[in-house]
C-alpha cells in the first residue's frame, strides 16, 4: 500500500475497520483532490463515507479473531466494524418475519453480518431500539462502541490536533471496556455494545426487496406456488438464476449464501 | 278511528305474511268474542280465518288471510329476457317491471276476491323493510280490485295477547319509504346480478373444464353482489390454509412445584424459530437455574353482564354452544316466535327501552325448576343481584332485543334445538339484568439468567351471573391455581 494510505489504514484500523488495500486505493484515486484534504482523519473520514455505500463482502479485510465461528462463552475485544446482509425476526413465523414491529419482548431479531471474510451472526438479546426489522440490507454497525462514532472526533479535532488524538484515545479505551459476549458462535447482542453506522448496498437491497415482496404476497392457489416451499420460492426471487436453494453455511458463493440459508433463519454456524 | 260508510258493521280485510302468522293473530283477536271459524281460500296452503270483533269501539267483521312471502317479482321486459338479446351493460338501463309470477296467481285471486268484499285492508306484515315492501305488493293487488279501501298497517313485535290487541287498536298507515329502499335494494340485485352473470357466463364459458354432467351450453356462471364477494373472503381463506407451511419452533418451559401444587410459567418469548438462538438462551437458563420473583400483582377481575340479545349475538352464542347453524338457528327461532314463547327474532336492538316491564318478564320466569330460584333472587330486593341492562348502542326502531314474551318448562312438540334455544334466550335475558361476576387475577413475573417468565391465575369470588350463564364459566377460570411464592427468593 502506499504511504499515503498508510496512515488512513492504521486510523481505520484503530476504530475496528480493515480494509482491502486494492479497494482503499481505488476509492482514494475515485476521489477528487484526495491529497489535497490533508490530515489521516479527514482522508480516513472521506474513504469511510464511501465505505458505507460499499459491499464489505467485497472490500473487508477482515477483523474478527479466526474462529470465531466456533467461540464460545468468551468476551470479545471490540471495536469491530461489520456489515449486516440481512436481518429476520425469529419470533415470527416466515409469512410474518418481514413485517416491520417495535423492539420489545415480541422481537427477536437475528442478524447476519460479515467483516468481509468470516461471517459471524448475532441474536437481539435484549431489545435494540435503534435496529428495524427492514433496515436496509448491507447496513454498517459498530460492536463494542457505545459513543457517537465520528462526531466527538471532529469536534475535538477541529480545536487542536494533538488534543484530539489523544482525547480521542482516551474515547477509544472506554469503549474496549465494554464488549461482546460471544456463546456458540452467536453475538449476543444488546444496546450497550452495538451502534449503527449508516449505509446501504443497493444489490444486497434489491435482493432483499424482491425476497420480502414475495414472502409477502397473499396465497393464491397451489397452481401458482409451483410445488416449492415458499422459503424456496423467496430465495429464487431474490436471487434468479441461483441454483443453491438450500440450507447451508460455507462453501457456497456468498451472494447466494446470504439468503439461501438464511431467509428462514434458521442459520447454523 | 273514522267509521266507514254509514253506522253498521265493517268489513275488515287482514293480510299477514304466513300463514301461521293469520292464524296466531286469528286465535288471539277471536278468543274473547267466541272463537273464530276457518274456510279455503283460492290457495290451498292460505285459508281464510273469520271472526267479530271491536275496534275502537267500532263492531268489525275480520277476514284473516295471509301470502306465503313475496308477492310479486321485479323482472326485465319480455324482450331483454334472453341472454343474446343486448349487451350486458344495457341491463343497466333496461326497464324494469313487479308482476305476481305463475306460483302466487291462487294467492292473487283471494286477496282481489276478498278486497271486493271489504272496506278496510289491514297489513299485518313483519315489522321490517321486507314487510313494508310486501305490504305495499298487498296494496297493489287489493287496490287493484277495490279502489276504495281504507289501508292501515298494524305493527307489534310479538305474537303474545297484549302486543296484538295493542297493535289494533292503535292501527297506523305503511311507510312508503321503506317499501321503497327494498324496491330500490332488489332493482340493484337485479340489474348487477343479471348484467354480470350474463356477462362472465359468456366470457369464461370455454375457459375451464368442469366435470358436471350437465349440458355445455346451459352451464351459467352466477353473480351476485353479495354472493360474489362472501365467495371470495371463503376462497382466500381456504388459499390460507392451503398454503400454510408448518415450520419447527421451540420454547423453554419453566414449572415450579410445591406442596400447594405445580405452577407453569410462560416465556415472555413466546417462541422462536432459530434452533441457535433459542438452545443457546436455553443454557444460560440452566446455568444459572434460580428464578428471582420481580412482581406479584393481585387484580380484581370483573365479568360484566352481557348486552341484551340481538340476532347477530344469538346467532354467534347458538353456534359456539350448541354448534347450530345460523340458518336452523333462526329457523328454530322463528317457531319460537310464532308460537309467542320469544319476542321477534330479527332485530338489531341490543338495548332495551326504558319503559319496559323487566320485572314481569323476570317473574314470568319464577315457576321454572331449574332456574326459577335465581329469577326470584333477581327480584328480591335484599340479595342485590338487580342491575339494569346495559345499553349496546344499537336500536332498530322497530323491535326489542330477543327476550322471552311466554314461561314454559318445555312444550311436548319441542325438539332439543328449541328447548336449547329457548333456555339459551331466558338465561341470557337473565344474565343481563345481573351485577357482575367478581375475580381474583394473580401474575407473578420471575426472571432466569435474564429471561423472564409469568404465570397467572384466577379464582372465582362472586359467581353471580355465571351461575345464569354455565356457559361462560370455562372462559373464566383458568385451569391453574392461585398459590403463593415465599419460596422463592427476591
Given at each position: 500500500?502506499?504511504?499515503?494510505?498508510?496512515?488512513?489504514?492504521?486510523?481505520?484500523?484503530?476504530?475496528?475497520?480493515?480494509?482491502?488495500?486494492?479497494?482503499?486505493?481505488?476509492?482514494?484515486?475515485?476521489?477528487?483532490?484526495?491529497?489535497?484534504?490533508?490530515?489521516?482523519?479527514?482522508?480516513?473520514?472521506?474513504?469511510?463515507?464511501?465505505?458505507?455505500?460499499?459491499?464489505?463482502?467485497?472490500?473487508?479485510?477482515?477483523?474478527?479473531?479466526?474462529?470465531?465461528?466456533?467461540?464460545?462463552?468468551?468476551?470479545?475485544?471490540?471495536?469491530?466494524?461489520?456489515?449486516?446482509?440481512?436481518?429476520?425476526?425469529?419470533?415470527?413465523?416466515?409469512?410474518?418475519?418481514?413485517?416491520?414491529?417495535?423492539?420489545?419482548?415480541?422481537?427477536?431479531?437475528?442478524?447476519?453480518?460479515?467483516?468481509?471474510?468470516?461471517?459471524?451472526?448475532?441474536?437481539?438479546?435484549?431489545?435494540?431500539?435503534?435496529?428495524?426489522?427492514?433496515?436496509?440490507?448491507?447496513?454498517?454497525?459498530?460492536?463494542?462502541s457505545f459513543l457517537i462514532f465520528w462526531d466527538n472526533?471532529?469536534?475535538?479535532?477541529?480545536?487542536?490536533?494533538?488534543?484530539?488524538?489523544?482525547?480521542?484515545?482516551?474515547?477509544?479505551?472506554?469503549?474496549?471496556?465494554?464488549?461482546?459476549?460471544?456463546?456458540?458462535?452467536?453475538?449476543?447482542?444488546?444496546?450497550?455494545?452495538?451502534?449503527?453506522?449508516?449505509?446501504?448496498?443497493?444489490?444486497?437491497?434489491?435482493?432483499?426487496?424482491?425476497?420480502?415482496?414475495?414472502?409477502?404476497?397473499?396465497?393464491?392457489?397451489?397452481?401458482?406456488?409451483?410445488?416449492?416451499?415458499?422459503?424456496?420460492?423467496?430465495?429464487?426471487?431474490?436471487?434468479?438464476?441461483?441454483?443453491?436453494?438450500?440450507?447451508?453455511?460455507?462453501?457456497?458463493?456468498?451472494?447466494?449464501?446470504?439468503?439461501?440459508?438464511?431467509?428462514?433463519?434458521?442459520?447454523?454456524? | 278511528?273514522?267509521?266507514?260508510?254509514?253506522?253498521?258493521?265493517?268489513?275488515?280485510?287482514?293480510?299477514?305474511?304466513?300463514?301461521?302468522?293469520?292464524?296466531?293473530?286469528?286465535?288471539?283477536?277471536?278468543?274473547?268474542?267466541?272463537?273464530?271459524?276457518?274456510?279455503?281460500?283460492?290457495?290451498?296452503?292460505?285459508?281464510?280465518?273469520?271472526?267479530?270483533?271491536?275496534?275502537?269501539?267500532?263492531?268489525?267483521?275480520?277476514?284473516?288471510?295471509?301470502?306465503?312471502?313475496?308477492?310479486?317479482?321485479?323482472?326485465?321486459?319480455?324482450?331483454?329476457?334472453?341472454?343474446?338479446?343486448?349487451?350486458?351493460?344495457?341491463?343497466?338501463?333496461?326497464?324494469?317491471?313487479?308482476?305476481?309470477?305463475?306460483?302466487?296467481?291462487?294467492?292473487?285471486?283471494?286477496?282481489?276476491?276478498?278486497?271486493?268484499?271489504?272496506?278496510?285492508?289491514?297489513?299485518?306484515?313483519?315489522?321490517?323493510?321486507?314487510?313494508?315492501?310486501?305490504?305495499?305488493?298487498?296494496?297493489?293487488?287489493?287496490?287493484?280490485?277495490?279502489?276504495?279501501?281504507?289501508?292501515?298497517?298494524?305493527?307489534?313485535?310479538?305474537?303474545?295477547?297484549?302486543?296484538?290487541?295493542?297493535?289494533?287498536?292503535?292501527?297506523?298507515?305503511?311507510?312508503?319509504?321503506?317499501?321503497?329502499?327494498?324496491?330500490?335494494?332488489?332493482?340493484?340485485?337485479?340489474?348487477?346480478?343479471?348484467?354480470?352473470?350474463?356477462?362472465?357466463?359468456?366470457?369464461?364459458?370455454?375457459?375451464?373444464?368442469?366435470?358436471?354432467?350437465?349440458?355445455?351450453?346451459?352451464?351459467?356462471?352466477?353473480?351476485?353482489?353479495?354472493?360474489?364477494?362472501?365467495?371470495?373472503?371463503?376462497?382466500?381463506?381456504?388459499?390460507?390454509?392451503?398454503?400454510?407451511?408448518?415450520?419447527?419452533?421451540?420454547?423453554?418451559?419453566?414449572?415450579?412445584?410445591?406442596?400447594?401444587?405445580?405452577?407453569?410459567?410462560?416465556?415472555?418469548?413466546?417462541?422462536?424459530?432459530?434452533?441457535?438462538?433459542?438452545?443457546?438462551?436455553?443454557?444460560?437458563?440452566?446455568?444459572?437455574?434460580?428464578?428471582?420473583?420481580?412482581?406479584?400483582?393481585?387484580?380484581?377481575?370483573?365479568?360484566?353482564?352481557?348486552?341484551?340479545?340481538?340476532?347477530?349475538?344469538?346467532?354467534?352464542?347458538?353456534?359456539?354452544?350448541?354448534?347450530?347453524?345460523?340458518?336452523?338457528?333462526?329457523?328454530?327461532?322463528?317457531?319460537?316466535?310464532?308460537?309467542?314463547?320469544?319476542?321477534?327474532?330479527?332485530?338489531?336492538?341490543?338495548?332495551?327501552?326504558?319503559?319496559?316491564?323487566?320485572?314481569?318478564?323476570?317473574?314470568?320466569?319464577?315457576?321454572?325448576?331449574?332456574?326459577?330460584?335465581?329469577?326470584?333472587?333477581?327480584?328480591?330486593?335484599?340479595?342485590?343481584?338487580?342491575?339494569?341492562?346495559?345499553?349496546?348502542?344499537?336500536?332498530?326502531?322497530?323491535?326489542?332485543?330477543?327476550?322471552?314474551?311466554?314461561?314454559?318448562?318445555?312444550?311436548?312438540?319441542?325438539?332439543?334445538?328449541?328447548?336449547?334455544?329457548?333456555?339459551?334466550?331466558?338465561?341470557?335475558?337473565?344474565?343481563c339484568c345481573s351485577q357482575p361476576a367478581v375475580g381474583?387475577?394473580?401474575?407473578?413475573?420471575?426472571?432466569?439468567?435474564?429471561?423472564?417468565?409469568?404465570?397467572?391465575?384466577?379464582?372465582?369470588?362472586?359467581?353471580?351471573?355465571?351461575?345464569?350463564?354455565?356457559?361462560?364459566?370455562?372462559?373464566?377460570?383458568?385451569?391453574?391455581?392461585?398459590?403463593?411464592?415465599?419460596?422463592?427468593?427476591?
Amino acid at each position: 500500500m502506499s504511504g499515503r494510505l498508510r496512515s488512513v489504514d492504521e486510523f481505520l484500523l484503530r476504530l475496528g475497520l480493515h480494509l482491502r488495500p486494492e479497494w482503499l486505493e481505488s476509492c482514494a484515486a475515485g476521489l477528487p483532490g484526495f491529497d489535497g484534504l490533508g490530515r489521516a482523519e479527514v482522508q480516513a473520514r472521506r474513504c469511510f463515507e464511501q465505505f458505507l455505500f460499499a459491499d464489505m463482502n467485497t472490500c473487508g479485510a477482515g477483523v474478527l479473531p479466526e474462529g470465531v465461528g466456533n467461540m464460545h462463552a468468551v468476551v470479545l475485544d471490540g471495536p469491530f466494524v461489520l456489515q449486516v446482509d440481512e436481518i429476520v425476526n425469529i419470533s415470527a413465523p416466515l409469512r410474518e418475519r418481514y413485517h416491520e414491529i417495535h423492539a420489545g419482548p415480541k422481537r427477536c431479531l437475528k442478524l447476519s453480518m460479515t467483516d468481509g471474510i468470516q461471517r459471524i451472526f448475532g441474536m437481539e438479546y435484549r431489545p435494540i431500539k435503534d435496529l428495524e426489522v427492514l433496515a436496509p440490507a448491507g447496513l454498517k454497525v459498530n460492536c463494542c462502541s457505545f459513543l457517537i462514532f465520528w462526531d466527538n472526533c471532529l469536534t475535538f479535532g477541529f480545536c487542536a490536533l494533538v488534543l484530539c488524538i489523544s482525547v480521542f484515545g482516551f474515547y477509544l479505551r472506554q469503549i474496549v471496556i465494554r464488549n461482546v459476549h460471544i456463546r456458540r458462535g452467536l453475538l449476543m447482542l444488546v444496546p450497550e455494545v452495538i451502534e449503527i453506522l449508516g449505509g446501504v448496498v443497493d444489490d444486497l437491497e434489491a435482493a432483499r426487496d424482491r425476497l420480502v415482496s414475495e414472502v409477502n404476497k397473499p396465497p393464491r392457489g397451489k397452481r401458482k406456488q409451483g410445488g416449492l416451499p415458499l422459503s424456496s420460492r423467496a430465495t429464487l426471487a431474490a436471487w434468479p438464476g441461483s441454483s443453491n436453494v438450500t440450507n447451508g453455511g460455507e462453501g457456497i458463493p456468498l451472494a447466494a449464501a446470504v439468503n439461501s440459508s438464511h431467509s428462514t433463519g434458521l442459520g447454523t454456524v | 278511528m273514522h267509521r266507514g260508510g254509514g253506522g253498521g258493521t265493517i268489513r275488515v280485510l287482514n293480510v299477514a305474511e304466513k300463514p301461521s302468522v293469520a292464524k296466531s293473530v286469528s286465535e288471539i283477536l277471536s278468543r274473547r268474542s267466541g272463537g273464530m271459524q276457518s274456510r279455503p281460500g283460492r290457495s290451498q296452503y292460505n285459508r281464510i280465518f273469520e271472526f267479530n270483533y271491536t275496534i275502537g269501539g267500532q263492531a268489525c267483521h275480520m277476514s284473516v288471510t295471509s301470502v306465503t312471502g313475496h308477492l310479486m317479482e321485479l323482472e326485465f321486459e319480455e324482450r331483454f329476457r334472453r341472454w343474446h338479446s343486448c349487451d350486458p351493460a344495457d341491463l343497466f338501463q333496461a326497464p324494469v317491471r313487479k308482476f305476481v309470477p305463475q306460483d302466487k296467481q291462487a294467492i292473487k285471486q283471494t286477496l282481489e276476491e276478498e278486497s271486493r268484499k271489504c272496506h278496510w285492508l289491514v297489513l299485518w306484515l313483519d315489522c321490517d323493510r321486507e314487510g313494508e315492501n310486501i305490504a305495499y305488493e298487498v296494496v297493489e293487488v287489493c287496490t287493484g280490485a277495490n279502489r276504495n279501501l281504507n289501508i292501515f298497517r298494524a305493527r307489534f313485535s310479538a305474537l303474545i295477547d297484549r302486543e296484538i290487541h295493542e297493535a289494533v287498536q292503535h292501527l297506523g298507515r305503511p311507510n312508503k319509504l321503506f317499501a321503497d329502499a327494498v324496491d330500490a335494494r332488489q332493482e340493484i340485485d337485479l340489474r348487477i346480478g343479471a348484467s354480470f352473470t350474463r356477462f362472465q357466463t359468456m366470457l369464461l364459458k370455454d375457459a375451464f373444464v368442469i366435470d358436471i354432467a350437465a349440458d355445455d351450453r346451459n352451464l351459467v356462471l352466477s353473480y351476485g353482489p353479495c354472493q360474489f364477494p362472501t365467495l371470495g373472503f371463503i376462497v382466500e381463506r381456504f388459499w390460507e390454509i392451503q398454503a400454510h407451511e408448518p415450520e419447527e419452533f421451540w420454547t423453554i418451559n419453566c414449572t415450579h412445584t410445591s406442596d400447594e401444587g405445580t405452577a407453569s410459567f410462560v416465556w415472555i418469548r413466546g417462541h422462536l424459530f432459530d434452533y441457535t438462538s433459542a438452545v443457546t438462551t436455553y443454557e444460560m437458563c440452566v446455568e444459572e437455574p434460580m428464578a428471582t420473583v420481580q412482581n406479584v400483582r393481585n387484580q380484581e377481575k370483573l365479568k360484566y353482564p352481557p348486552y341484551p340479545l340481538s340476532t347477530v349475538e344469538l346467532q354467534k352464542r347458538a353456534s359456539r354452544y350448541f354448534r347450530m347453524s345460523s340458518e336452523h338457528t333462526m329457523k328454530v327461532a322463528e317457531e319460537l316466535y310464532q308460537a309467542g314463547f320469544i319476542s321477534y327474532p330479527r332485530t338489531e336492538t341490543d338495548s332495551f327501552s326504558p319503559n319496559t316491564d323487566l320485572h314481569t318478564i323476570v317473574r314470568e320466569q319464577m315457576p321454572h325448576p331449574v332456574w326459577g330460584e335465581y329469577a326470584q333472587r333477581l327480584l328480591n330486593p335484599e340479595a342485590r343481584l338487580w342491575r339494569n341492562p346495559s345499553n349496546g348502542g344499537h336500536d332498530d326502531k322497530a323491535h326489542p332485543p330477543i327476550h322471552p314474551t311466554k314461561f314454559s318448562a318445555g312444550e311436548n312438540n319441542w325438539s332439543q334445538d328449541h328447548k336449547k334455544l329457548y333456555e339459551l334466550i331466558v338465561r341470557h335475558f337473565l344474565a343481563c339484568c345481573s351485577q357482575p361476576a367478581v375475580g381474583a387475577e394473580t401474575t407473578v413475573e420471575i426472571d432466569i439468567a435474564g429471561e423472564q417468565f409469568n404465570a397467572s391465575g384466577r379464582v372465582v369470588l362472586a359467581l353471580l351471573l355465571l351461575t345464569a350463564d354455565p356457559n361462560e364459566i370455562s372462559n373464566f377460570i383458568d385451569a391453574k391455581q392461585r398459590y403463593g411464592f415465599s419460596c422463592l427468593h427476591r
